[in-house]
């Protein structure tokens, strides 16, 4: 079992910028790939950005790309999700989710196997 918690959600401007991490527990986060999704109220939950368990891969939404960026520290057991220029479109509860059985770039829910309880990311006008 893996558990993943994310944090760094908040209340921030437009054009601003949040930087959310999840940390998951367990010896073998360096072997799955990584997922940010966001569900914004009264919307289905949709895919963010995806990272490979090396991190040399990154795949994101046309919605971000240019915006958000994801990486992760395999040492420090950590994904996070650096997002600039945030507009309120943006606004949503964020999720990471990990892929223990990582087989190409994932962006679909259901190919993820574990999801942490989510961020809440609010972006004023």
């Known amino acids: 079992q893996v558990q993943l918690v994310e944090s760094g959600g908040g209340l921030v401007q437009a054009g601003g910028s949040l930087r959310l991490s999840c940390a998951a527990s367990g010896r073998t986060f360096s072997t799955y790939a990584m997922g940010w999704f966001r569900q914004a109220p009264g919307k289905e939950r949709e895919f963010v950005a995806h990272?490979?368990?090396?991190?040399?891969?990154?795949y994101y939404a046309d919605s971000v790309k240019g915006r958000f960026t994801i990486s992760r520290d395999n040492a420090k057991n950590t994904v996070y999700l650096q997002m600039n220029s945030l507009k309120p479109e943006d606004t949503a509860v964020y999720y990471c989710a990990a892929d223990a059985y990582p087989f190409g770039t994932v962006v679909v829910l259901e190919g993820y196997d574990y999801w942490g309880q989510g961020t809440q990311v609010t972006v004023s006008s």
């Open positions: 990272i490979s368990w090396s991190g040399s891969n990154t």
